[in-house]
Nanobody, 122 residues
Framework: QVQLVESGGGLVQAGGSLRLSCAASGRTFSTYGMGWFRQAPGKEREVVAAISWNGASTYYADSVKGRFTISRDNAKNTVYLQMNILKPEDTAVYYC???????????????WGQGTQVTVSS
């Protein structure tokens, strides 16, 4: 069982930056692939970024490539999402997820956090 707790969301102006963190419980964090997803009001949940268990491989949605960076620190049981050059369309609730497999599809993930709100004002 893995419990995930996101933090770092908030209100930021367009062009600004935020760093989201996702702290995981349990001793097996380093064996899980991790993903960040987001859901805006009235829209389906979509993948933002994902990272393999050892951080060697990453995936980014086209909409965030070059602006967002996913990383992880297995010693701290934490995965991060650095978000730069934020746009109003990045406004959403952001969720982290953990799974024995990883990738861009949400069904690959077994555990989900409660989400953190990111609001980007124009």
């Amino acid at each position: 069982q893995v419990q995930l707790v996101e933090s770092g969301g908030g209100l930021v102006q367009a062009g600004g930056s935020l760093r989201l963190s996702c702290a995981a419980s349990g001793r097996t964090f380093s064996t899980y692939g991790m993903g960040w997803f987001r859901q805006a009001p009235g829209k389906e949940r979509e993948v933002v970024a994902a990272i393999s268990w050892n951080g060697a491989s990453t995936y980014y949605a086209d909409s965030v490539k070059g602006r967002f960076t996913i990383s992880r620190d297995n010693a701290k049981n934490t995965v991060y999402l650095q978000m730069n050059i934020l746009k109003p369309e990045d406004t959403a609730v952001y969720y982290c997820a953990a799974g024995m497999k990883w990738g861009s599809v949400d069904s690959l993930y077994d555990y989900w956090g409660q989400g953190t709100q990111v609001t980007v004002s124009s």
